[in-house]
């Protein structure tokens, strides 16, 4: 039997759009999150609202949230160019903190979630966290999810009156590869998700996210945006 509601966090990405149609299969009713957050691939804002509405979530609410002024990311700060790679174990390889890390984004983002989530009467809160690709993450990890379980729980009054907040992250443990095939097995729609950091459509290919996403792609034996182009196309006539 499905329970209760979730609030799923929805970037407009591919990892997000997966745990959205995780989501579907296990809540009777899932509303969707997304922020607005200064990032320069802003057109992802909008493609949430298309992926949530065709996936019939029951509210999307967009929230504002100037995490570009304070910046110290490639992905908030015009001035700071997104590296570009040639290939998915070059991201992988990589050593430290990506500058594309936006400081302390999933604890800000998860905070502002418990409280929206709180108002509603929402104790599940859902995410497309991955600890596998994105390594370099430190808010993208398990530990630090189970962390912010317990800190929203312990500092809300939905928590205090007894209902703690669960956070899900159906994908912390799965490739990028796994990420796809479980989302295909759930029915997601993944024609309008944007991955690449630059917010380019067609794809930049170069970015870490183009990059890591046209790799998984491949290793499914699909020709990702070639494919999902059609897909688009034929869904707009
Ligand atoms: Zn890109």
């Known amino acids: 039997m499905k329970s209760q509601e979730a609030l799923v966090i929805l970037s407009g990405g591919l990892d997000s759009t ?54 110290g990311s490639a992905l908030t700060q015009a001035d700071i160019p997104i590296p570009e790679r040639k290939s998915a174990s070059e991201v992988i390889g990589s050593n430290g903190i990506p500058i594309t890390y936006v400081p302390f984004r999933n604890g800000i983002f998860l905070s502002i979630a418990a409280a929206y989530a709180e108002v509603k009467g929402i104790s599940h809160l859902v995410g497309g966290w991955n600890a596998v690709d994105y390594s370099g993450y430190p808010d993208c990890r398990r530990e630090f999810l189970n962390a912010m379980e317990r800190a929203v729980t312990l ?20 490739s990028k590869a796994e990420i796809i095939a479980l989302g295909l097995s759930l029915g997601a729609d993944y024609s309008l998700t944007l991955s690449c950091y630059r917010g380019e459509d067609p794809p930049c290919g170069r970015c870490d996210s183009c990059v890591l996403r046209e790799d998984a792609w491949r290793r499914l034996g699909f020709m990702d945006h070639a494919i999902e182009r059609v897909i688009r196309l034929r869904s707009r006539s």
Do not use: D
């Open 18 to 71: 997966t745990a959205l149609y995780w989501a579907r299969e296990r809540f009777k009713r899932v509303h969707t999150l997304t922020f607005s957050y200064g990032q320069s691939h802003e057109v992802e804002v909008e493609r949430a609202r298309e992926i949530a509405e065709r996936a019939k979530v029951a509210s999307h609410k967009v929230f504002r949230v100037a995490l570009n002024e304070i910046g």
């Open 155 to 174: 500092g809300s009054k939905a928590g205090v009156e007894g209902r703690p907040f669960t956070i899900h992250a159906p994908l912390i443990s799965l």
